[in-house]
């Protein structure tokens, strides 16, 4: 599986920004979802989790009620909403893909998570 995340960019507080993420793989409806984040000199961290078919999420509680992540299987994307950025979202952002789940999980592990994309940039200026 390949994951190509795209979409990052400069923001200032309290703007928005979409991330996407392109997956490669055919059978991608039964894959969670995921989008981390690592900040410089921090460990990856949690933000989102999508399940197989979109119904179930899962927030970091420091981005709950701001970001929104959702997903279409028809076009193998995952999608990334950010509103009301905080400089302290800075970071590189990565999606994940976790082909060892069920159907209604929402990993929120780095360690569930088999495939990872290659990061992009979000830097948010207060």
């Known amino acids: 599986v390949q994951l190509q995340a795209s979409g990052g960019g400069l923001a200032q507080a309290g703007g928005s920004l979409e991330l996407s993420c392109a997956a490669s793989a055919h059978t991608f409806y039964s894959y969670a979802m995921g989008w981390f984040r690592q900040a410089p000199g921090k460990e990856r961290e949690f933000v989102a989790s999508v399940s197989w078919g979109g119904r179930n999420k899962n927030y970091a509680d420091s981005v709950r009620g701001r970001f929104t992540i959702s997903r279409d299987n028809a076009n193998n994307m995952v999608y990334l909403r950010m509103n009301r950025l905080k400089p302290e979202d800075t970071a590189v952002y990565y999606c994940?893909?976790?082909?060892?789940?069920?159907?209604?999980?929402?990993?929120?592990?780095?360690?569930?998570?088999?495939?990872w994309g290659q990061g992009t940039q979000v830097t948010v200026s207060s």
């Open positions: 994940a893909a976790d082909e060892n789940t069920v159907s209604g999980a929402v990993p929120d592990l780095v360690q569930q998570y088999e495939y």
